[in-house]
């Protein structure tokens, strides 16, 4: 079975083929610009995404949302994520922090598959905290200044330990019930 992973992401595709090469699926990272609707909730995203997607004929793919939701800043900058990033990135979330002691956070990830056919649509969570200083090499976006467990962040994370708690990586795990269960692995 092969699905297309429709991200500019690289990074997300290696995080699936991690976990679901194991079940046989093979991943494809396919490039494809769709509207993300601008509301709040990140399924309302994934699912209005899907819609576009399927009405231009592809099918057998994943796609997702992503978003940092830091408690003190109201659940800024949650499904404007990838915005913040590109504009402020993680200088600015860092600065927006300065002096703040409530420094939790979680990520979240909501998963859509269209898959023979089937539409499964999943959200993972990790908890954690925003540190005071971007650190590490590894991952990509907030990962350097997110920690899952408040002593590393995930950019210091080996990516086997990082799918372990991540929410994409919980994420996955209930995509793979959720497949399972509807007898596609």
């Not at 057998?60 to 109201?74: N, R, W, Y």
């Not at 998963?111 to 023979?116: L, P, S, V, W, Y």
Request: proline share 4%.
């Amino acid at each position: 079975m092969r699905l297309k992973v429709i991200t500019s992401n690289p990074g997300k595709v290696r995080e699936y083929e991690r976990e679901l090469s194991q079940f046989g699926i093979e991943m494809e990272h396919l490039r494809h610009p769709y509207d993300e609707v601008q509301t709040s909730d990140l399924e309302e995203v994934v699912n209005k995404g899907m819609d576009a997607i399927i009405s231009e004929g592809i099918r057998d793919f994943i796609v997702d949302d992503s978003g940092l939701f830091v408690d003190a800043l109201k659940g800024f900058p949650g499904v404007w994520s990838a915005y913040a990033q590109k504009t402020i990135g993680n200088p600015g979330i860092l600065k927006l922090m300065d002096g703040v002691e409530d420094r939790g956070a979680e990520f979240r990830c909501c998963i859509g598959c269209d898959i023979a056919g089937k539409r499964i649509v999943v959200t993972g969570v990790c908890r954690g905290v925003i540190t005071d200083s971007e650190r590490g090499t590894d991952g990509f976006g907030f990962d350097p200044i997110c920690s899952p467990d408040g002593e590393r962040t995930f950019a210091e994370i080996p990516m086997d330990e990082k799918n372990a708690v991540s929410h994409r990586g919980n994420a996955v795990r209930l995509l793979i019930e959720a497949l399972k269960d509807e007898g596609l692995i």
